[in-house]
């Protein structure tokens, strides 16, 4: 029920930061439990932060901890993903999943509504 679209993209330099925005339409957002997962090439889809529809409650994977923030503003039916001290590691296609009332769900499978991905390449 719910369109996904990510923006913010692009080619930074190792330690540069980045901004991530998925923009939602349709569907009562708030009610919505968000998360973005990448995938690099020839790797699996993989968790990276998930909020609930209050952004009241928040996970990360491990490797994102302390350098990447999730959060969400329901008056724009938008989520966000601050992006820190990006690595090269961090290389690949970002995309935002969304499913009704989901609360920090972290698997690619707990999502049923999914954006077209926004590509960031760190390299120096």
């Known amino acids: 029920q719910v369109q996904l679209t990510e923006s913010g993209g692009g080619l930074v330099q190792p330690g540069d930061s980045l901004r991530l925005s998925c923009v939602a339409r349709g569907g009562p957002f708030s009610s919505y439990g968000v998360a973005w997962f990448r995938q690099a090439p020839a790797k699996e889809r993989a968790f990276v932060a998930a909020?609930?529809?209050?952004?009241?409650?928040?996970d990360y994977g491990d490797s994102v901890k302390g350098r990447f923030t999730i959060s969400r503003d329901n008056a724009k039916t938008t989520v966000y993903l601050q992006m820190n001290s990006l690595r090269p590691e961090d290389t690949a296609v970002y995309y935002c999943a969304a499913k009704y009332a989901a609360w920090r769900n972290t698997r690619v499978e707990d999502y049923n509504h999914w954006g077209q991905g926004t590509q960031v390449t760190v390299s120096s």
């Open positions: 909020i609930n529809g209050a952004g009241t409650a928040r």
